[in-house]
């Protein structure tokens, strides 16, 4: 994807009709990281800029780091909140490992995610490397179609999310 929004559609959807404890930072977070590798190698001019982190090992890999930090930032934020916070009550409430568990879950599915909506449209991936290259998927929907659909579901999301939340 060009711009790594486009990733972000399907983590909102999981955040409006999934569990509560869908950590859509720890999703984002796992997109945005990926596209580090993109804007690195572009930076460079090094093709092909879909490397490591554009694979399901290494997008995995990815998404449970970005989990990680996300868990380690929250703990950390949850510290300095005032002691009546509602977000902080639920969160001192909740055992810090269920905590965790649910940021690694979200990362996850975000780099997994992120490297398949990412292999409909890029030739120069290897998404199952290194067990094997090629890209089989690149093409099978064109790029205005993945983009306009994504844009779609993001904006519905975002509008069902808004109604729907619990004030």
Not at 2 to 27: A, I, Q
Not at 50 to 75: D, E, F, K, P, Q
Request: proline share 7%.
């Amino acid at each position: 994807m060009p711009l790594t929004p486009f990733h972000f559609s399907p983590g909102l959807l999981t955040k409006v009709f999934g569990p509560r404890s869908f950590w859509l930072t720890s999703f984002i977070a796992a997109n945005v990281l990926i596209d580090v590798e993109v804007l690195y190698y572009l930076s460079r001019d090094e093709p092909p800029l879909h490397r490591y982190l554009h694979t399901y090992l290494g997008g995995s890999a990815a998404g449970l780091l970005a989990g990680l930090l996300m868990w380690c930032i929250v703990m950390i934020i949850v510290r300095w909140m005032p002691a009546g916070s509602r977000w902080k009550t639920r969160l001192n409430q909740t055992p810090k490992t269920r905590l965790l568990n649910q940021s690694l879950l979200a990362g996850l599915i975000g780099g997994i995610s992120h490297v398949f909506l990412d292999s409909l449209m890029h030739d120069d991936m290897h998404p199952f490397w290194p067990f094997a290259t090629g890209n089989t998927l690149a093409g099978v929907i064109s790029v205005p179609a993945l983009h306009i659909g994504l844009g779609l579901l993001g904006l519905f999301s975002l509008i069902l999310w808004l109604l729907l939340r619990e004030p």
